[in-house]
T-cell receptor, first 115, second 112 residues
Framework: AQKVTQAQTEISVVEKEDVTLDCVYETRDTTYYLFWYKQPPSGELVFLIR??????QNEISGRYSWNFQKSTSSFNFTITASQVVDSAVYFCALTLNQAGTALIFGKGTTLSVSS | DTAVSQTPKYLVTQMGNDKSIKCEQN?????MYWYKQDSKKFLKIMFS???????INETVPNRFSPKSPDKAHLNLHINSLELGDSAVYFCASSQAYYNEQFFGPGTRLTVL
């Protein structure tokens, strides 16, 4: 069975600090896809990134970066120089390369950035 | 230009009532989903439709019935509402199951 674990329930940082959100996944499939979504206080779910299991290249998008390591089954997310607007719940998710599968979400990490 | 829309945004109702939530996407996607987010923010898949055909039907009470009149719409009907049904329900769509899913704004259902 597939599983996504986000061990950090809540993280609090002060603006301009860097913060890393951890995500560990479990699957026996060799082809799968990993995602990060952001849920700000307004409640919508915003897609951030998608990664397939064959692409272990790290990715950077502005202040956001992602580190995918198959050896440790992790897909961690780092925010550099955090801002108050980064305050949100962040979800890591997994789906398989099979029709009939949907996103399996971790329980989310609530990030609070104070000024 | 809303990609995935849901109505209503808020729904407050009494136990035992029947209610529906509507979802529409204008992205041309062929797969649509319903997710439930509970009070602890946990998101779980309920149903998935591909080209109007039911693909996923998780362990959900049969009081919940999805209906997809066409590829762009996936509605959720709930019979005999119970207190435990209070949650935020999200509709989503994607082009193929492995691509990113785009979510609607959510419907906050409160059962009194």
């Amino acid at each position: 069975a597939q599983k996504v674990t986000q061990a950090q329930t809540e993280i609090s940082v002060v603006e301009k600090e860097d913060v890393t959100l951890d995500c560990v996944y479990e699957t026996r499939d060799t082809t799968y896809y990993l995602f990060w979504y952001k849920q700000p206080p307004s409640g919508e779910l915003v897609f951030l990134i998608r990664r397939n299991s064959f692409d272990e290249q790290n990715e950077i998008s502005g202040r956001y970066s992602w580190n995918f390591q198959k050896s440790t089954s992790s897909f961690n997310f780092t925010i550099t120089a955090s801002q108050v607007v980064d305050s949100a719940v962040y979800f890591c998710a997994l789906t398989l390369n099979q029709a009939g599968t949907a996103l399996i979400f971790g329980k989310g990490t609530t990030l609070s950035v104070s000024s | 230009d809303t990609a995935v829309s849901q109505t209503p945004k808020y729904l407050v109702t009494q136990m035992g009532n029947d209610k529906s939530i509507k979802c529409e996407q204008n992205l041309g996607h062929d797969t649509m989903y319903w997710y439930k987010q509970d009070s602890k923010k946990f998101l779980k898949i309920m149903f998935s439709y591909n080209n109007k055909e039911l693909i996923i039907n998780e362990t959900v009470p049969n009081r919940f019935s999805p209906k997809s009149p066409d590829k762009a719409h996936l509605n959720l009907h709930i019979n005999s509402l119970e207190l435990g049904d209070s949650a935020v329900y999200f509709c989503a769509s994607s082009q193929a199951y492995y691509n990113e899913q785009f979510f609607g704004p959510g419907t906050r259902l409160t059962v009194l």
